[in-house]
């Protein structure tokens, strides 16, 4: 058998290159989903730090594997699926990058946590409370609440109503019943979670959303928060 033109060859370890960030996500996503490891190492180790540097090496071989094909049309079929893959894994983690930031590693805890009403938050209790406790996430102060563009909704909802919110807004609710309504949110891709809190009061309802890891989720748990309210003000 005919060994493949060098330019071929190239073409191909640059295309294997080109999928080894994406490959890291996938073993990284697999590895937490199966239990395997935790959020720090599939996340903040593995997907943030290996795959993003495998990233920016996959773009530059993308690059070379163009510049293979420009001599050798055979290779043309291995630099345009280069091309698109590095393209996509470039464009992704940018984006990404740009919205949540990199995980510091040793520096302070970073706990998205927001709610309407920062001066007297509606705390979280039940089982949501001990999901929470096992996980070790810690207890905000007052003036550790993020800040996000959210008002306390000025009537006193009903427990169905405040649960139909919740579910609208992707969580799953643990609990409703009167004065509040409380559920819990799964992320897809890393099963990063968000807890939510409707606490129903007379004339006043207040909301609370609050991640469990400590990492920067790029405003998600203030998206939430906001949807939340939004769906409790819906006619």
């Known amino acids: 058998m005919a060994q493949a033109p060098r330019a071929v060859r190239w073409a191909r370890v640059l295309l294997a290159l080109t999928l080894l960030s994406p490959a890291v996500a996938f073993v990284a996503v697999a590895g937490m989903k199966l239990g395997v490891w935790d959020w720090t190492v599939g996340y903040s180790l593995l997907a943030m730090r290996v795959g993003l540097a495998f990233a920016a090496l996959g773009a530059v071989a993308a690059l070379g594997g163009v510049v293979v094909a420009l001599g050798e049309k055979k290779a043309g079929p291995f630099a345009l699926v280069g091309l698109v893959a590095g393209a996509v894994t470039a464009t992704i983690y940018g984006l990404h990058v740009a919205s949540h930031g990199l995980p510091v590693a040793g ?112 405003g998600e748990a203030c998206g939430l928060l906001q949807t939340i309210v939004s769906n409790l003000q819906a006619p």
């Open 107 to 218: 520096g302070p805890a970073l706990l998205a946590d927001v709610t309407t009403n920062p001066a007297e938050p509606p705390v979280f209790s039940g089982t949501l409370a001990d999901q929470r406790s096992a996980a070790g996430v810690p207890t905000l102060t007052a003036s550790a609440f993020g800040a996000c563009q959210a008002a306390t909704v000025p009537t006193q909802v009903a427990p169905s109503v405040a649960a139909y919110a919740l579910q609208q807004a992707g969580f799953t609710v643990l609990g409703s019943g009167v004065g509040r309504a409380d559920g819990t949110r799964t992320g897809f891709w890393f099963g990063f979670n968000h807890d939510a809190v409707i606490r129903i009061r007379p004339g006043q309802t207040d909301v609370r959303v609050s991640a469990r890891q400590a990492r920067p989720d790029g």
